[in-house]
């Protein structure tokens, strides 16, 4: 008999992690995953008295520093993804963010650029460990209508834990210096880490738990049972037998690891090929680049941006003000919004094509302004709609494939918008910005790839009409 799949993560009802609390810890990590983030790119953290004046940094390589943690999360996001289907997740979880808190630990002992880099890189396998398993954890445990809004409360952490960043760092970097920021850091999250290690197995939906597989297996091996006879000349030959036996079974299990290891390898081709031939997946992917890639370099050169083209002494908080309250409010009204148009692939590329292109004239329109109060609530309004694109973009994540690839689905996608939207959107812009020597035109070059974003997004509604069955899948 085959096992069964399971229909959904299960909670136990007398435990203490219940679908909410659930929700709140992995906000908690989110949060504080990108506060570090935003800490970086402070002007308290990385500005002329933190590590850009320290280690000599001109702006490319003050742009690749902010990109090193995609390494990281490139390698490891497919790894962790691929694991949980015979991992309990909770403990990869563990692992990932026991590395993350000693690799901040490590970030503020750091020496030069080098040295901090490699500690870059090492943040990115804390965030892989969680940003492919927590979505489908919430989507599984989320009630049917509140879906996206629980999906938004999770990525609303995203701009939050940013913008918490930009202030944490600018009041640490200037009462304490930068390196108290990582250390800070480092003790947050070691509670979260060791939680990993400590909750009880929790299951994914459309995965077979490994325990449950091993418990439909009979066990048709009594090992360590010693048979005595009373010929002392038996009773050798039997140990000499167990002997060739437990030799040969240490040979054989060799051989089942590396053809496990093998068959996993061969199951994560045939889901990246399952991926790769999804149309809505594709497109939603390629629009989220486009996104990303803007509010990426938004978010790492937004308060020096500010700095230099209003003259604002205080853009580590102003910046950092609007983008916690634009995120909080954006976010959350966008997950609202799609649970009360019906949470369908398509009313989400809908939500999505009108939200970024409005919040592009916004932006665009704010940068025009020579006036601080204008630029100040044309941005704003911009942020908000920009924003709101967080639950839809992964509701469509989630739910245009299958149950099983889910993980996957996150994770390839958390690594594309990285690897070709926020990482290299930091140091082209700071080599835009070495060229032309104007802040103002450098960010009116870099909205405008918010409007392609909106357009690519739009194609996503048709797309949807032949592949509306996969919606039925969760």
């Known amino acids: 008999m085959e096992p069964s799949i399971m229909p959904s993560t299960i909670i136990p009802t007398t435990s203490w992690f219940t679908p909410k609390r659930l929700l709140a810890i992995f906000c908690v990590i989110n949060l504080l995953n990108y506060l570090d983030q935003g800490a970086i790119a402070s002007n308290g953290v990385n500005g002329s008295t933190g590590i850009q004046g320290d280690f000599k940094l001109n702006n490319f390589e003050d742009g690749v520093l902010s990109s090193a943690f995609m390494v990281g999360l490139l390698v490891a996001s497919p790894i962790f993804a691929s694991l949980a289907q015979s991992v309990n997740p909770f403990r ?75 202030v944490y760092g600018g009041l640490i970097g200037s009462h304490f210096g930068w390196r108290y920021a990582f250390w800070v850091e480092s003790i947050l999250m070691l509670p979260f880490a060791i939680s990993g290690f400590l909750m009880k197995p929790l299951h994914l939906k459309g995965f077979v738990p490994a325990d449950l597989v091993k418990a439909q297996v009979p066990n048709t091996v009594a090992s360590g049972v010693h048979v005595t006879n009373a010929s002392n000349g038996r009773d050798e030959s039997l140990s000499f037998k167990e002997e060739f036996r437990d030799k040969s079974s240490n040979d054989q299990s060799k051989s089942k690891s590396a053809t496990k290891m093998l068959d996993q390898f061969s199951r994560f081709l045939i889901d990246m090929k399952a991926l790769l031939l999804d149309n809505v997946y594709l497109i939603n992917v390629l629009g989220h680049i486009g996104y990303n890639f803007v509010l990426g370099a938004y978010s790492y050169w937004g308060p020096k941006a500010i ?20 995120g909080i409010v954006g976010t959350l009204a966008g997950g609202v919004v799609l649970d009360y148009m019906t949470n369908t692939l398509s009313n989400a590329f809908k939500l999505l094509s ?98 392609p974003a909106a357009g690519i997004w739009f194609i996503g509604m048709s797309s949807c009409s032949f592949t509306s069955k996969t919606e039925n899948w969760s």
């Open 307 to 326: 700095y230099n083209i209003y003259n604002m002494t205080d853009s580590d908080l102003v910046f950092g003000g609007i983008t916690i309250v634009c």
């Open 354 to 451: 009108v939200t970024t292109f409005l919040g592009a004239v916004c932006c665009f329109g704010a940068f025009l302004c020579r006036n601080v109060n204008g630029f100040l609530v044309l941005f704003s309004i911009g942020e908000l709609l920009v924003f709101s694109t967080q639950g839809p973009v992964n509701y469509v994540c989630l739910h245009c494939v299958k149950p099983s690839l889910r993980p996957l689905s996150i994770a390839m996608s958390t690594v594309a918008i990285h690897l070709f939207g926020d990482v290299p959107s930091s140091p082209l812009v700071g080599v835009l910005q070495d060229s032309i020597n104007s802040w103002r035109t450098t960010v009116l070059i870099l909205t405008t790839i918010l409007f």
């Open 92 to 166: 990869l979880v563990g692992v990932g963010l026991s590395v993350w808190t000693l690799a901040t630990f490590f970030c503020g002992f750091s020496f030069n650029f080098w040295s901090i880099s490699v500690g870059r890189m090492l943040v990115g396998v804390g965030e892989a460990s969680f940003i492919s398993l927590a979505p489908p954890f919430i989507d599984d445990n989320a009630p049917a209508s509140l879906k996206t809004t629980w999906l938004a409360m999770f990525y609303m952490c995203i701009p939050s834990g940013y913008a918490l960043g930009y």
